[in-house]
T-cell receptor, first 116, second 116 residues
Framework: DAGVIQSPRHEVTEMGQEVTLRCKPI?????LFWYRQTMMRGLELLIY????????DSGMPEDRFSAKMPNASFSTLKIQPSEPRDSAVYFC??????????????FGQGTRLTVV | GESVGLHLPTLSVQEGDNSIINCAYS??????FIWYKQESGKGPQFIID?????DKRQGQRVTVLLNKTVKHLSLQIAATQPGDSAVYFC???????????????FGQGTILTVHP
């Protein structure tokens, strides 16, 4: 497996524009996580899904942020409208359930978002 | 006003020395812990994990120690090499309900620099 695949790797956009980040989890993993990393706040969990269903979105900062998982092999994180303070590296990660086995989250390479 | 970033703890060692990175966690219900390594421009990568029914686990050149009494986790790296230079994160999760995988909550990270 190629691991968790995120696109694009870099995104530069103007304030007010819509941004869509994409993620393909590892095949067979039924948990998917979206994290945001900044110097100010470190690595924060935004939302996670189990079997394509959002379980906890308490980390989503505002209504401008939305995430979907239409099927087991694809998820999107959308910001509309984007603001300069949304500039960060966004990571997608996937994992297996914890039960009786190693269950670390495997991370993608991240999308570096810059909003100007 | 001027923004202030996280002040990550730093550890600077000479090649060949042993390194110890510490982490305090806050959730007494956490029962699964992971150490991640993040190199510049990459996503976090799994190093080693430990469950709360253990107090020590060893891997290749790494050892994780867990002290549940004081909610403290440490990562020991033997014979540290320049390639070990990275940011190291501890993460915790709780197996809430006994069947599902809870979200990973990350610590702020420690910067390890290894000098040749």
């Amino acid at each position: 497996d190629a691991g968790v695949i995120q696109s694009p790797r870099h995104e530069v956009t103007e304030m007010g524009q819509e941004v869509t980040l994409r993620c393909k989890p590892i095949s067979g993993h039924d948990y998917l996580f979206w994290y945001r990393q900044t110097m100010m706040r470190g690595l924060e969990l935004l939302i996670y899904f189990n079997n394509n269903v959002p379980i906890d979105d308490s980390g989503m900062p505002e209504d401008r942020f939305s995430a979907k998982m239409p099927n087991a092999s694809f998820s999107t994180l959308k910001i509309q409208p984007s603001e300069p303070r949304d500039s960060a590296v966004y990571f997608c990660a996937s994992s297996l359930p914890l039960q009786g086995r190693r269950a670390e989250a495997f991370f993608g390479q991240g999308t570096r978002l810059t909003v100007v | 006003g001027e923004s202030v970033g996280l002040h990550l703890p730093t550890l600077s060692v000479q090649e060949g020395d042993n390194s110890i990175i510490n982490c305090a966690y806050s959730n007494s219900a956490s029962d699964y812990f992971i150490w991640y390594k993040q190199e510049s421009g990459k996503g976090p990568q799994f190093i080693i994990d430990i469950r709360s029914n253990m107090d020590k686990r060893q891997g290749q050149r790494v050892t994780v120690l867990l002290n549940k009494t004081v909610k403290h986790l440490s990562l020991q790296i033997a014979a540290t090499q320049p390639g070990d230079s990275a940011v190291y994160f501890c993460a915790e999760a709780s197996n809430a309900g006994g069947t599902s995988y809870g979200k990973l909550t990350f610590g702020q990270g420690t910067i390890l620099t290894v000098h040749p």
